[in-house]
Each structure stands twice: as structure tokens, then as C-alpha cells.
């Protein structure tokens, strides 16, 4: 908590408009002594980020824990499922090969595709039920598989529409307004809340299919409502910021190293994590080559792929 409000404050004070802290506070307030100027900086364009970046991150923290826990994989995160794969395609295929529609239906087709690929993955894995490895492997494979249909319209679409694309694909906050976190907070609150409430599932799952179904856990309803509240929580993230990586992946690993593996612990502090993440990588992304702004997304990537090589490292033996 101390970290968020730290990052808070940088973030709402830093940028081509320094905000000095006490008028800030003026600011926040409400109070008469702040400049216009001040007002609108922070209140048009740096909080709606702000907390935009704040709920990005504690979704894709959250499904991070979820993926971790229902595939037993301490490397998992959402985009091993192909969720974020199918969200992109979508994006690209509205971009690029609809590039006549509005570009406020990119959302929309963000969790669409999000959505379609999950059901997709979890009906060709069925077999009288489901098995981790089985969702894995074919998320894999079918993430490819959108993979290749977005670069396919990528090499054949028009330059001005694929450099949206692009843009849109790099994952960003910069165009956070305030109906954008209205809509995002009311989406995934349900989520989150029914993730905790069933915290205990998790704990279960994690032990395995046989275990848990010794311990009367309904194994194949278990998994199946969990990826759903996955799919709810990444979709709607990539749907409002594109595609940004690995949080999904460090923040619950940090959680599990400061409250254990409980997950009734483990979730809201991964959220936390994931929040103070991503409003760390946004406050970076804009401010390190200023007047330039670097995609939130492609510093948690800088970030994150030293962190994948850590674990992998750090696991070398795990199979001994």
C-alpha cells in the first residue's frame, strides 16, 4: 500500500506539466488554490491512467494466479491459455481487414476474441473432461495459429491501419479516460470477488486432479468456472490496453514469496502487485525519454523476460 501511494503521487505529479505535491493536494481536494492547468493535468489525463494501469494490473495479477494454480504451472500466465493470442487477432482483424467500423468497438472485439478462443480451447481439450496438459498444448497451439493470422494481415494490410494495430497490440493506458475505468472497475469487480470467494478451490486444485477429487472437489466444474473467471478478468484487460505481458506472471510469484501460497492471501496481495507493476511500468514508459512515451507493455516485457529467465534458471532441477 505504501508503494501504490508512492507511485500514485509520482504519477499524477510528474509530466511535461509538473504538478508541485501541495497543490496536488489542492487538487485532489477539490480545494480553490489550484491553477487550471494543474486541474486538468491530473484530473483529465493522469488519474483516469492512473487508475486505469491500477485495474490492468490487479486483473491480469489475479488471472496469473488462477492460470498458475488450475495448470500447476509456476510459469503459466493468461497467455499460455491463447486468450490474449485470440484477442489480438480480433483487434487485428477489426484494425486491418474492417478498417471501415469504428475503432470504438475495439474493446468489444477484444474480449470477443479473448472469449471465443477460451471456449474454443476448452471444447477441443474435452475428452469426458478435461486435463491440464490437454488445455496447455492446445492453447499453444491455437494461439499460434492466431498468431499467424495476425502477422498474414499484418504483411497485407494497409500501413496506416497495421501501425494502429500495432500500436493498439504493443499494450498502453496512454488513452485512459474516465468511462474507460467506469466500465473496466464494474467489469472485473464481479470477477475478483467470486476469484476470492473461491480461494479455497484453488488451494485444492493445485494438488492435482486425484488429490482434489479425494478431497470432494467436482474437478472438471472447478476448472471450468475458474477459466472462466480467467478468461472475464485477462479479456477485459486486453480488451481496454492491449496486450501486456508477464504481469500475469511476476506479480503472483512476489505475492507467494511475501504472504505463502494460500490463496485467500495470495490473491488481493497479487493484485496489488500486479497494480503497483503495471502503474510502474506506465509512470516509466512516460517519463524516461520524455517527451516520447514508451507502450506500458514493452517495458513489462524488458521486465519481465529477465524474470521468466530467473524462474527457468532457478528451476533447472525441479524434474530431479
Do not use: K
Request: charged share 10%; glycine share 10%; aromatic share 6%.
Amino acid at each position: 500500500m505504501v508503494l501504490l501511494m508512492a507511485l500514485a503521487t509520482a504519477s499524477l505529479s510528474h509530466g511535461d506539466y509538473p504538478v508541485p505535491w501541495r497543490e496536488l493536494v489542492d487538487v485532489l481536494m477539490g480545494r480553490p488554490g489550484a491553477s487550471p492547468q494543474a486541474q486538468m493535468a491530473v484530473l483529465d489525463l493522469r488519474l483516469p491512467r492512473l487508475l486505469l494501469a491500477l485495474l490492468v494490473g490487479a486483473a491480469l495479477a489475479t488471472a496469473g494466479a488462477i492460470v498458475q494454480a488450475v495448470m500447476r504451472n509456476p510459469l503459466a500466465e493468461p497467455g499460455i491459455l491463447g486468450i490474449n493470442a485470440g484477442a489480438g487477432l480480433a483487434a487485428m482483424v477489426l484494425l486491418v481487414a474492417l478498417s471501415g467500423l469504428s475503432p470504438a468497438w475495439l474493446p468489444l472485439a477484444g474480449f470477443a476474441g479473448a472469449a471465443a478462443m477460451a471456449g474454443l480451447i476448452y471444447a477441443l481439450a474435452w475428452r469426458g473432461g478435461t486435463s491440464s496438459l490437454r488445455i496447455i498444448l492446445i492453447g499453444i497451439g491455437l494461439g499460434s495459429v492466431a498468431g499467424a493470422g495476425a502477422t498474414l494481415l499484418t504483411a497485407f494490410g494497409e500501413i496506416r491501419d497495421v501501425q494502429r494495430a500495432m500500436i493498439w497490440l504493443a499494450g498502453s493506458v496512454h488513452h485512459a479516460d474516465w468511462q474507460t475505468v467506469e466500465t473496466l472497475a464494474v467489469w472485473i469487480a464481479l470477477p475478483l470477488a467470486l476469484t476470492l470467494a473461491i480461494a479455497g478451490e484453488l488451494d485444492v486444485i493445485r494438488f492435482g486432479d486425484a488429490p482434489a477429487r479425494s478431497l470432494g472437489q467436482r474437478v472438471q466444474l472447478a476448472r471450468a468456472l475458474l477459466i472462466v473467471l480467467c478468461t472475464l478478468l485477462s479479456g477485459a484487460a486486453v480488451a481496454v490496453a492491449g496486450l501486456i505481458g508477464f504481469i500475469g506472471l511476476i506479480a503472483p510469484h512476489m505475492a507467494r514469496r511475501l504472504v505463502g501460497p494460500t490463496h485467500w492471501r495470495l490473491l488481493p496481495v497479487a493484485a496489488f502487485t500486479g497494480a503497483a507493476l503495471l502503474a510502474a511500468a506506465d509512470l516509466l514508459g512516460r517519463t524516461i525519454i520524455a517527451p516520447a512515451q514508451i507502450p506500458a507493455g514493452v517495458v513489462t516485457a524488458m521486465i519481465g523476460a529477465p524474470f521468466f529467465a530467473y524462474l527457468l534458471w532457478g528451476r533447472r532441477h525441479a524434474a530431479a
